[in-house]
């Protein structure tokens, strides 16, 4: 039987309720220091190779998760980057990026590395787009729109052409300019233009109005379309809320008005992208606000915001994109830089150790007490605390726990007091280094017998503080002390 151990060094302080109800989120940060040329970020994506591509004011940036390439405007170079400010970013189907920037738009080739500008495909049919392009957005079926407040475009790749947008010529309401686009999971893009909104289907080469189609999708002029996950499909709207629609029973809740348990959002929020984490917490990126967090499954429902403090909270609450990597990583682009936040165990939910650890055991001046250890083994977290020793305590109950010390048989205050490892050998036995020597866990009277470096000395002679013990491939236990380095 194999058995996995989780050894950390956990630091408890005392907390008010809300860290007790909410999680920490801990982001990383990669800035200027990092090798960013500005911390004025506005878009990232990830490409099909893992890599992350950063849009910033000062240029196009590729990180590898070690290192940063900047890629920049050259005058002197024919296929460099058009201009360095950064507004969109998106990948086609061949892997290529095309970039929306302050002096037009390109496209990145994969295999060469080299940019196309708007020169480069001169010899596309139609007309070329002549207004101001803020937002860019492939399809994987060899289509790229263009579109800004003024106008919007689309480059047929396999037909080497430039469109306008075809749509129904029953359309009452003749789309304008585009505010914002997304593409969802089942590959339709989503159109929020400035007087109505509009779904376009790549495989039949078909926009429609979201409330004429088989799924029956509610029209909403003045709605942001910010994510459709499973049958819900979010919106929002600025200057007043969240709306979540049903797609299914084809009903529309408010967020935090007449949905439980979610706080109702101010009245001067503005939606700008949401994202679902792996576990299906969302992620709404509030215009100069921060994140508002929903998990639902725990109702945990919080702002979060950049504390000032805190050199692992937000690096600022002026946001522009949000992103879900291939890993379950969350990135976000902000005017301090990127903020990433790691969907592995550094993310802990942080609880004060007076909601679990009697009253009893605690000291009161709360400065001496500490959790110097600590072990999982099944359905129990072993705990080793000072001064109060051993607590075992049930993962599903913490109120359920047991205080294991040595017999009163022997003399040893500190080996019940004070512990620095616990070790659970190949064998499934439990061993603690102690302040006195060390002790195996006895199951049988839910106990610890003591051993020492000196066997025979229990007389209240010195005994040697073990400080570690770890077992080796052919089953011999180390033990670490102040003495030396030990076998058993």
């Not at 408890?12 to 990383?28: G, I, K, N």
């Not at 205050?413 to 002790?439: K, V």
Request: proline content about 4%; glycine content about 6%; aromatic content about 14%.
């Amino acid at each position: 039987m194999k058995f996995f151990f989780l050894f950390i060094f956990v630091f408890f302080f005392a907390a008010s309720d809300m860290f007790a109800q909410q999680p920490y989120f801990r982001f990383d940060r990669i800035t200027t220091h990092d090798g960013l040329p500005s911390d004025n970020t506005s878009k990232i994506i990830q490409d099909k190779q893992g890599l992350i591509w950063i849009g910033t004011s000062e240029g196009l940036c590729r990180y590898d998760g070690y290192h940063v390439t900047t890629f920049k405007y050259n005058p002197a170079q024919l296929h460099s980057l058009i201009n360095n400010f950064i507004y969109d970013l998106s990948e086609d189907e061949d892997g290529n990026i095309w970039i929306a920037t302050a002096g037009g738009w390109c496209e990145l080739l994969f295999n060469t590395q080299t940019f196309l500008n708007a020169a480069d495909f001169k010899n596309f049919h139609g007309k070329a787009p002549d207004f101001f392009i803020q937002y860019i957005q492939a399809d994987y079926y060899h289509h790229v729109f263009l579109g800004g407040y003024s106008g919007t475009s689309m480059i047929n790749l396999k037909d080497s052409a430039f469109e306008q947008l075809q749509f129904s010529p029953k359309d009452t309401f003749p789309p304008s300019g585009i505010s914002s686009v997304y593409r969802d999971k089942d590959g339709l893009v989503w159109f929020t233009f400035q007087n109505c909104n509009r779904v376009y289907d790549p495989k039949r080469n078909e926009f429609y109005s979201p409330a004429n189609n088989p799924y029956s999708y509610p029209l909403l002029k003045s709605m942001t379309t910010l994510l459709k996950k499973d049958n819900t499909l979010w919106m929002g709207s600025w200057g007043t809320s969240l709306y979540a629609y049903n797609l299914q029973l084809k009903k529309m809740r408010t967020v935090g008005k007449d949905t439980a348990g979610l706080k109702e959002l101010s009245a001067d929020i503005e939606p700008k992208k949401m994202i679902a984490d792996l576990q299906g917490n969302l992620w709404l990126l509030l215009e100069g606000k921060g994140i508002y967090y929903m998990d639902f499954k725990h109702k945990n429902f919080q702002v979060i915001t950049n504390q000032p403090d805190d050199v692992n909270s937000l690096p600022s609450e002026f946001l522009n994109d949000i992103m879900l990597d291939r890993n379950g990583n969350i990135w976000i682009a902000t005017t301090k830089g990127v903020a990433r936040w790691n969907n592995h165990p550094e993310n802990f939910q942080l609880l004060p150790y007076s909601s679990y650890i009697p009253a009893s055991y605690i000291p009161v001046s709360k400065n001496k007490f500490a959790i110097d250890c600590v072990m999982e083994k099944d359905s129990d977290i072993w705990l080793g605390a000072s001064p109060a020793g051993l607590i075992v305590m049930n993962k599903s109950n913490p109120a359920s726990y047991r205080h294991v010390q040595v017999s009163s048989n022997y003399r040893v205050s500190g080996m019940n007091r004070l512990i620095n490892n616990i070790l659970q050998d190949h064998y499934g036995n439990i061993w603690l280094s102690t302040q006195e020597g060390y002790a195996k866990y006895d199951s049988q009277h839910d106990g610890l017998t003591p051993y020492f470096l000196n066997r025979n000395d229990i007389s209240g002679n010195r005994y040697y503080q073990v400080n570690m013990m770890i077992q080796d491939n052919d089953g011999m236990i180390w033990v670490a002390s102040k003495k030396g380095i030990g076998k058993t």
